[in-house]
């Protein structure tokens, strides 16, 4: 008989494109070969307000069992961001102002740790994905003994509250994704005696993807072009993107076009070439890579970034904001790209790789090299079951 074993994170389902929930269900189902399987998560599908959208209590997603609960109240965006100014600008809060964030977070799930505390002992690990959510936060404190931790942790401003000093000495076990995430939280925390892993997350290609002619033809582009694929969102750095974009074609003659791929919850400049797509299927997002010249990831805060490796394993290098130590060192060590902390440095990288079509070259092989070596399922995988038999 399989060891069972569940995985506990916000969101899931099919739907659910944010980084740390694909991860999950990523990693939900390799691991289902070995294990039986469940999945704990709330009813909700968007992260803005975590309304319960799914009904049913129960179901099977690629032959992974998803147990779903209600969340108790909608999160209302404006009183969570007079929350967050309030709480961020205190110099004297303490653990209950963030307790108070927390909640107005979400997403907020009484039953489902009523759940975990009343069921804990049908399962031989819980892996808990992402700190920084209640389900995380007050999940593993009901059965720390059992817990494995993602934390998909970076440097932000709530992991410096006073609450998350003794949750990071819970776990009996933390995957961190990067080298980058692990010497982060060690030094945060001072918890590197707690068993560890690197383990990363595999790549997933579809079968078949557009051609660079199938997706111009499909989307009407016709001009050389870079590529954002993700949340169009402030908290991704899609804003100063966009400043940078636009100073940059006043300035140069020879310009490309800006491509976006993703939900869209910030006004997008109207601009004749800024072309935003919406949210397209894994077909034409591996076309879209494939037919830019590169991809552009403006965040300041990544914990590994799937859309950089996948555009590295397409060979095309990518143009990063240097302030997030992940995405800097994934060009550090694959030598696939290269990274700006201001706007000059912008302006020099884009134009270097745009005009070096030979370093755009040896960065992609040298991309794909990198992402084969290190981002492999095999490896992730067994580094997924040394943490559960641990």
Known sequence: MKKKIAFVVQRYGLEVNGGSEYSCRLIAEKLSSDYDVEVITTKA??????????????????GVKVRRFNTVHPRIPSEFEKCSREVFGNSRRNIYDELKWMKAQGPVSFALIDYLKENNQEYHKIIFFTYLYFTTFFGIQQIPEKSILVPTAHDEPCIYFSMFKPFFHLPRYIIFLTEEEKDFVHQTFNNEYIPFKVAG????????????????????????????????????GCKELFEYYRKYKQEEDDYPQLVLMGKNVLEIPNDPDIISLGFVSEEEKFGGILASEMLIMPSKYESLSMVVLESLYLERPVLVNGECEVLVGHCNRSNGGLYYTDYEEFKLCLSLLRKRQDLRLNMGMNGKKYVLENYNWSKIVNDFKEAIEA
């Open 201 to 236: 997350l595999g790549i997933d290609v579809p079968d078949s993807y557009l051609s660079e002619e199938q997706f111009r033809a499909k989307f009407g582009i016709t001009k050389p072009f870079i590529i954002y694929v993700g949340r169009i969102d402030e908290s991704k």
């Open 45 to 62: 599908v968007d992260y803005v307000t975590w309304e319960n959208h799914y009904t049913d209590d129960i179901e099977v997603i690629n």
